[in-house]
């Protein structure tokens, strides 16, 4: 009925808030039509009238046909049409006419909620001249029966109120206006100051910081559901060399690059962050890649490496410890262990994963020899 939409469930919300005053109208017209107060023949068209307009309002603002229309809520075309049926309301009900007054009341205020302070204002012009216009056709029709100095004091009333409750309400959509926008602009900072906390400003990347806070949460799920994971500390080979020979700029490339294809190749589930200068940290995570579905993904980005071309003919390649976190273990062991598998790698000639097992068991090693062109 409402939409699954949060902003979709709040126009439509306030398009059945509406439903109460036509309730409420609808039950004092049937009341006076059963009272002999005012006839069948002038209240059954106006009770028609207001419950055409509500299905017809639903229908568009749930459909967001409105939102074609230009105005999503309809806001103003709600409020006019209310409007219309108070002032529709206000020739038929005769001595009943003072109360009907209060209900123009109620649709400004109802306005200060949902219109723009150009439509709160577009609304008091409105009201006050179809006002004068009905009074003045009341006094007409019905000459001799109206006392015209009574209208007039009632118009002039009207002609008063309305345009200071105008103000108002125009003063109340403006505030309202500015802390939507001050909110948003709130929401945009709040999202860059996460941006920077958890982002390494080169990469792109989680940082260390944040990275440490995945792992933490990937601990405690691996705990509570037997969730494993395997973590790989990768180090880009003979960084150093690349920024001696071609300059820092070359060097913030090489880590832009590197991080860029490895993006590119990583599962939704798997995690990349800069660790620290030109070293990474992999998290890989459910489903449970074990350490042989850990050591083919890491094949898979040195692959996707060499047909990668930095520029000035350096082609990016890494070497890394690779190991998986037990259940229970403290986070600083695992880190400690794959270091060890990095520094095997590096030892044996870069360019090459080592697989270092928790139980010390079993290793393996995913060798590849690396051209003198490459990093």
Same mark, same amino acid.
């Given at each position: 009925m409402?939409g699954?939409?949060?902003?979709?469930?709040?126009?439509v919300?306030?398009t059945?808030?509406a439903?109460?005053?036509?309730?409420?109208s609808?039950a004092v017209l049937?009341y006076?039509?059963?009272a002999q107060?005012?006839?069948?023949s002038s209240?059954?068209p106006?009770?028609?009238?207001m419950?055409?307009?509500?299905?017809?309002f639903?229908?568009?603002?749930?459909?967001?046909l409105s939102?074609r229309?230009?105005?999503?809520?309809?806001?103003l075309?709600q409020? $006019?049409? /209310?409007? %219309? !049926?108070?002032? +529709?309301?206000?020739?038929?009900?005769?001595?009943?006419?003072?109360a009907? *007054?209060l209900l123009?009341?109620?649709?400004?205020?109802f306005g200060m909620i949902?219109?723009?302070?150009r439509?709160v204002?577009?609304?008091?012009?409105?009201?006050v001249c179809c006002?004068?216009?009905t009074?003045?056709?009341?006094?007409?029709?019905?000459?001799?029966?109206?006392?015209v100095r009574l209208?007039a004091i009632?118009?002039?009333?009207?002609?008063?109120?309305?345009?200071? $409750?105008? /103000?108002? %309400? !125009?003063h109340? +959509?403006k505030?309202?206006?500015?802390?939507?926008?001050?909110?948003?602009e *709130?929401q945009?900072?709040?999202s860059?100051?996460?941006?920077?906390?958890?982002r390494?400003?080169?990469?792109?990347?989680?940082?260390?910081?944040?990275?440490?806070q995945?792992?933490e949460q990937?601990?405690?799920r691996q705990?509570?559901?037997g969730?494993?994971?395997?973590l790989a500390?990768?180090d880009l080979d003979h960084?150093k060399q690349?920024?001696?020979?071609?300059g820092h700029h070359?060097?913030d490339?090489?880590?832009k690059?590197?991080a860029?294809?490895?993006?590119?190749e990583?599962?939704?589930?798997d995690?990349?962050?800069?660790?620290?200068?030109?070293?990474f940290?992999?998290m890989?995570?459910a489903?449970?890649?074990?350490?042989?579905?850990?050591?083919a993904s890491?094949?898979?980005?040195q692959?996707?490496?060499?047909?990668?071309?930095?520029?000035?003919g350096?082609r990016?390649t890494?070497?890394?410890?690779?190991?998986e976190?037990?259940?229970?273990e403290?986070?600083h062991?695992?880190?400690?262990r794959a270091d060890r598998?990095?520094?095997t790698?590096?030892?044996?000639?870069?360019?090459?994963?080592?697989?270092?097992?928790?139980d010390q068991?079993?290793?393996n090693a995913?060798?590849?020899?690396?051209p003198?062109?490459?990093?």
């Amino acid at each position: 009925m409402l939409g699954t939409d949060p902003k979709l469930r709040a126009r439509v919300s306030m398009t059945l808030v509406a439903v109460y005053g036509y309730v409420a109208s609808t039950a004092v017209l049937l009341y006076m039509m059963s009272a002999q107060l005012v006839t069948s023949s002038s209240a059954m068209p106006l009770i028609v009238f207001m419950w055409t307009g509500v299905p017809v309002f639903y229908a568009l603002v749930r459909s967001q046909l409105s939102v074609r229309l230009g105005s999503p809520g309809l806001d103003l075309a709600q409020c $006019l049409f /209310a409007m %219309a !049926s108070i002032l +529709a309301a206000y020739v038929i009900v005769g001595p009943m006419r003072n109360a009907v *007054l209060l209900l123009i009341a109620l649709v400004m205020v109802f306005g200060m909620i949902t219109l723009t302070a150009r439509q709160v204002r577009v609304m008091g012009v409105t009201t006050v001249c179809c006002l004068g216009a009905t009074m003045a056709w009341l006094t007409w029709k019905e000459a001799g029966q109206i006392d015209v100095r009574l209208e007039a004091i009632k118009f002039i009333l009207a002609a008063c109120t309305l345009p200071a $409750l105008s /103000a108002v %309400a !125009s003063h109340v +959509a403006k505030l309202r206006t500015r802390l939507v926008e001050q909110k948003q602009e *709130l929401q945009h900072a709040l999202s860059m100051l996460h941006e920077v906390a958890t982002r390494d400003e080169l990469t792109g990347l989680h940082n260390r910081r944040h990275m440490l806070q995945l792992m933490e949460q990937q601990i405690k799920r691996q705990l509570r559901n037997g969730e494993g994971f395997c973590l790989a500390l990768i180090d880009l080979d003979h960084f150093k060399q690349v920024n001696d020979r071609h300059g820092h700029h070359m060097g913030d490339l090489v880590l832009k690059s590197f991080a860029d294809v490895i993006k590119r190749e990583l599962r939704q589930t798997d995690v990349l962050a800069r660790w620290g200068g030109e070293e990474f940290l992999l998290m890989l995570t459910a489903p449970d890649p074990g350490m042989e579905g850990a050591q083919a993904s890491l094949a898979r980005f040195q692959a996707a490496l060499q047909q990668h071309d930095v520029g000035k003919g350096i082609r990016v390649t890494f070497s890394a410890g690779l190991t998986e976190h037990l259940p229970g273990e403290l986070l600083h062991e695992t880190l400690e262990r794959a270091d060890r598998g990095l520094y095997t790698a590096k030892a044996a000639g870069r360019n090459q994963v080592r697989l270092v097992w928790p139980d010390q068991t079993r290793t393996n090693a995913a060798t590849t020899l690396a051209p003198d062109d490459q990093v």
